[in-house]
């Protein structure tokens, strides 16, 4: 059974700061994908990571993905109170199913 | 843009009655799931289905459970007869044929209670 572990669980910070999460696994992935999800609603696709060490940036969000494909983190700068959110991170296993993480549940401050 | 609409968004039911939920994929996608997440808990696959057949089933997709794609448009799940650990929010997503990842994209939910 692949398992991905997402930390920290929580994380309440001040608006502009840096923050980074995790998500850690010891399975190898075909890709892993970061998903934010507002309550009462379905997870948005943020970014996709394929290839071991790769690095995407989308605005402020950086996503990497481990050299050996099993973790990634996303770091947001100058976190600001619109990125208050579930961040999830989910790995592709065979027939494209994703194995979803439990979460982070961020909470940016004014 | 293109989206995965899901209904209802909120069914209240009693235990043991027959519940559908209905979703609409995008359209020109054709690998389609159901995923669900109990309150508090992680988002769970629980099937996958290509090709008018299901591809992929997890543990939790028993016999109670059902899937048809009655037409061209609709991907329906079917609980047959509810239990209270039935209660979840029950997303759908579709996939686009030509990813060669597994990007999904997901309806809103919908909102099961079991009482």
């Known amino acids: 059974t692949q398992l991905l572990e997402q930390s920290p669980q929580f994380l309440s910070i001040q608006e502009g700061e840096n923050l980074t999460v995790y998500c850690n696994s010891s399975?190898?992935?075909?890709?892993l994908q970061w998903y934010r999800q507002e309550p009462g609603e379905g997870p948005v696709l943020l970014v996709t990571v394929v290839t071991g060490g790769e690095v995407k940036k989308l605005k402020r969000l950086t996503f990497q993905f481990g050299d050996a494909r099993k973790d990634s983190s996303l770091h947001i700068t100058a976190a600001q109170p619109g990125d208050t959110g579930l961040y999830l991170c989910?790995?592709?296993?065979?027939?494209?199913?994703?194995?979803f993480g439990k979460g982070t549940l961020l909470t940016v401050n004014p | 843009e293109p989206e995965v609409t899901q209904t209802p968004s909120h069914q209240v039911t009693q235990m043991g009655q027959e519940v559908i939920l209905r979703c609409v994929p995008i359209s020109n996608h054709l690998y389609f799931y159901w995923y669900r997440q109990i309150l508090g808990q992680k988002v769970e696959f629980l099937v996958s289905f290509y090709n008018n057949e299901i591809s992929e089933k997890s543990e939790i997709f028993d016999d109670q459970f059902s899937v048809e794609r009655p037409d061209g448009s609709n991907f329906t799940l079917k609980i047959r007869s509810t239990k209270l650990e039935d209660s979840a929010m029950y997303f759908c997503?579709?996939?686009?044929?030509?990813?060669?990842?597994?990007?999904?994209?997901f309806g809103e939910g919908s909102r099961l209670t079991v009482l």
């Open positions: 997503a579709s996939r686009d044929q030509r990813a060669n990842t597994g990007e999904l994209f």
């Open positions: 399975s190898v992935f075909s890709s």
């Open positions: 989910a790995g592709e296993g065979s027939n494209y199913k994703l194995t």
